[in-house]
């Protein structure tokens, strides 16, 4: 992207993971206020166990992820089978209802900067050029599905979705508490994965300025996020991820166009 706008966009993933990570702590305060915990209780309680993972560093972060994230994938997607099953299993993928294809650009472009983030810091540990694909592709196909099926889901219960802060719940309001429950602490698990990747960008980079563990940079930076959390999840969410969604669009033409560019490079100069 070049040297000036570089500087640009590493500025703006640390405001990117800085406001993301605020909104992932104002998530699990009201995902865990579907379990009558209350508000500040569960804020307090994602921010202390965020502090407690980074005791480990970068290993307790990569360890915790390989653990998790398989267990909620497959929870995630039984349950939306489930839902399904239950309530007709239609996919509606006619292209006169994609009128709004074009938000796919914004989002993908808007998760860019948190992989961008994750990459940089553990990005040494990657060995081999094999492990980039099976990473990129399994990845690809496997949050591609389940978004499809995710949104498909919340397609049948559209008119609910707007009553809730956290639009899971929607689904989920006709299952037993017990469903409710381990969903509820599931969904509550993966944001607070997505927090422990903001906060492992952030120091990774605020550690080059300031010598701190990494445990005591994440307790200070959440000292400034808390006060934040006070506007809303929902409310974060709605204004802000458009906004960064728009504002990567340039970086997400860059990475596409790279590959193309530096091969008609190489071949100019042959």
Not at 117 to 145: D, F, P, R
Request: hydrophobic share 55%; aromatic share 12%.
């Amino acid at each position: 992207m070049g040297p000036r706008l570089t500087k640009l966009y590493d500025g703006m993933i640390i405001l990117y993971l800085f406001t993301i990570t605020t909104i992932m702590i104002a998530g699990g305060g009201a995902t865990l206020e579907a379990i009558h915990i209350p508000y500040w209780y569960g804020v307090v309680i994602i921010c202390s166990l965020l502090v407690l993972l980074f005791i480990w560093g970068i290993n307790g972060m990569t360890t915790m992820n390989a653990m998790i994230i398989p267990i909620l994938i497959v929870f995630l997607v039984g349950t939306l089978f489930v839902f399904q099953w239950t309530s007709g299993f239609t996919l509606e993928l006619s292209m006169n209802m994609q009128h709004n294809w074009p938000s796919a650009f914004t989002f993908t472009a808007l998760n860019i900067l948190p992989i961008v983030a994750v990459i940089s810091a553990i990005g040494s540990k990657v060995n081999h050029k094999g492990e980039m694909l099976i990473a990129s592709l399994g990845s690809a196909t496997v949050l591609g599905a389940i978004s499809l099926l995710y949104n498909e889901s919340l397609l049948k219960v559209a008119n609910e979705v707007m009553l809730y802060e956290i639009p899971l719940f929607a689904i989920l309001k006709n299952y037993p508490y017990f469903m409710v429950l381990v969903m509820s602490i599931l969904l509550w698990v993966a944001i607070y994965t997505t927090a422990a990747s903001g906060i492992l960008g952030l120091c990774t980079r605020l550690y080059e300025y300031v010598k701190m563990p990494f445990w005591l940079l994440a307790m200070c930076l959440m000292v400034f996020m808390i006060p934040l959390t006070t506007i809303g999840f929902a409310k974060l969410v709605h204004i802000l991820y458009p906004l960064y969604g728009v504002l990567n669009l340039y970086l997400l033409a860059s990475i596409l166009l790279y590959p193309i560019v530096h091969r008609f490079d190489g071949e100019s100069a042959t």
